[in-house]
Nanobody, 112 residues
Framework: EVKLVESGGGLVQPGGSLRLSCAAS????????MCWVRQAPGKGLEWVSS????????YYQDSVKGRFIVSRDNAKNTLYLQMNSLKTEDSAVYYC?????RGQGTQVTVSS
């Protein structure tokens, strides 16, 4: 059974940082690209970032490029998203995504 557990969200002021984690199990994590997606209140799912299986290539939505860093530790079956210089428009529930499957998400709220 595939299981994805996101953590690390919280309330942060604009300009602050958070590091999200996603613990994966139930599949061969190191064989698959992984993504982070987010959903703001009243909006649809939005792709944020992706990382190839071996971690050598990363991709970002333009609005987060230069502020977010995606990484993974295949030995720990864990995906990360380092979020810096956070803006109010980054507020959303963040999910890690494995071929369309997601966990329960972690809430990120950026507010002063």
């Amino acid at each position: 059974e595939v299981k994805l557990v996101e953590s690390g969200g919280g309330l942060v002021q604009p300009g602050g940082s958070l590091r999200l984690s996603c613990a994966a199990s139930g599949f061969r994590f190191s064989d698959y690209s992984m993504c982070w997606v987010r959903q703001a209140p009243g909006k649809g799912l939005e792709w944020v970032s992706s990382i190839k299986a071996e971690g050598s290539k990363t991709y970002y939505q333009d609005s987060v490029k230069g502020r977010f860093i995606v990484s993974r530790d295949n030995a720990k079956n864990t995906l990360y998203l380092q979020m810096n210089s956070l803006k109010t428009e980054d507020s959303a529930v963040y999910y890690c995504d494995y071929v369309g499957q997601r966990g329960q998400g972690t809430q990120v709220t950026v507010s002063s």
